[in-house]
């Protein structure tokens, strides 16, 4: 199915454009270790490999880790909003093996790194939050949504920050550890390979996210499972819809390879109402490019499977 274009993609155009024009310039669950190195932050993210294919929309790279949470059904049905299904046979069809009365939320700690538009480049930012994938937002017993409701962003990112809220999703300005990349490894680690990321809010206890992961030899979870998750199209308030296609084929994921990575996700954020705690998370970590298509009407999407040929 193609995703039709309307006149919100020229909303878009001078929106980007627009914000452009702006100025950028303990008491919480976390903590950052003070056994990470508070240095000079410099980026290993990867060049955008698709800005020239696609000059008339979003693009970027994403670098980061994506992991599933497990949480029982009973809660993600307490948590999304009852207005929407929960697709339990769409998840289940990917994964047959996944444990009865059980729903896989994602956490996903990111770094958007050469985001432009027509013509156009916006500073790197770094985002994080959980999500709650095979939302039946349009009721078809179809179609796939993925609800994200709250997201810590990089402050005083205007243009990130906007974004974000423009969807009607709870945002809070945050102070990320890297500041300027997808995570940060852990010097003098058991694994040399472990990594580490923080996202604490500016107004202190509002909200915090972080991740310790470590690499793993084998994951339950396929890349076609991951592939299908990143790839729903995104609502927070269901006025509007987000169309993010990453894509698993660019240099930006081949150069550097995808790592199954396990560990541990600690998130104050909403929309749980306490801090929360998650041992034995799988995840991936890479980097991906994306193509973007924003505020667009969530019915575009009715029987969306974009996601495939990705």
């Not at 878009?12 to 903590?31: E, I």
């Not at 972080?210 to 308030?237: G, I, K, R, V, W």
């Not at 998650?278 to 019915?299: D, H, I, Q, S």
Request: proline letters at 8%; aromatic letters at 14%; glycine letters at 6%.
């Amino acid at each position: 199915m193609g995703i039709k274009h309307s006149n919100l993609q020229y909303y878009f155009a001078f929106s980007f454009v627009g914000l452009l024009a702006l100025r950028y310039f303990n008491n919480t669950y976390f903590s950052i270790p003070n056994y990470i190195a508070l240095s000079l932050c410099s980026s290993h993210d990867h060049p955008n490999p698709v800005a020239s294919l696609y000059p008339m929309n979003a693009t970027g790279t994403l670098n980061g880790t994506v992991a599933i949470i497990p949480i029982s059904l009973a809660l993600a049905r307490q948590l999304i909003p009852p207005q929407y299904g929960i697709l339990e046979h769409a998840y289940r069809a990917l994964l047959p093996s996944f444990p009865q009365g059980m729903y896989p939320a994602v956490v996903q700690a990111l770094h958007d790194h050469e985001v432009q538009a027509f013509g156009y480049k916006i500073p790197d930012f770094s985002r994080t939050g959980v999500e709650f994938p095979f939302v039946d937002m349009l009721n078809d017993n179809q179609t796939s949504f993925k609800w994200a409701p709250s997201l810590l962003m990089t402050s005083n990112h205007d243009i990130a920050l906007k974004g974000a809220m423009d969807y009607g999703t709870t945002t809070f300005a945050a102070k990320f550890e890297p500041s300027c990349d997808a995570y940060r490894h852990v010097p003098n680690a058991t694994d040399p390979g472990t990594t580490f990321f923080s996202a604490i809010s500016s107004d202190p206890g509002a909200a915090s996210l972080s991740t310790l992961f470590s690499p793993t030899e084998e994951s339950p979870f396929p890349l076609s499972f991951f592939q299908n998750f990143t790839n729903q199209p995104t609502f927070a308030d269901g006025k509007t819809c987000d169309n993010m296609i990453r894509f698993f084929n660019t240099s930006a994921t081949t150069s550097r390879g995808i790592e199954v990575v396990k560990g541990t996700v600690r998130a104050h954020i909403p929309p749980f109402d306490a801090p929360h705690e998650w041992k034995g998370v799988y995840g991936l970590r890479m980097g991906t490019a994306f193509v973007e298509n924003n505020y667009l009407p969530c019915e575009n999407f009715r029987g969306y499977d974009g996601w495939e040929s990705r």
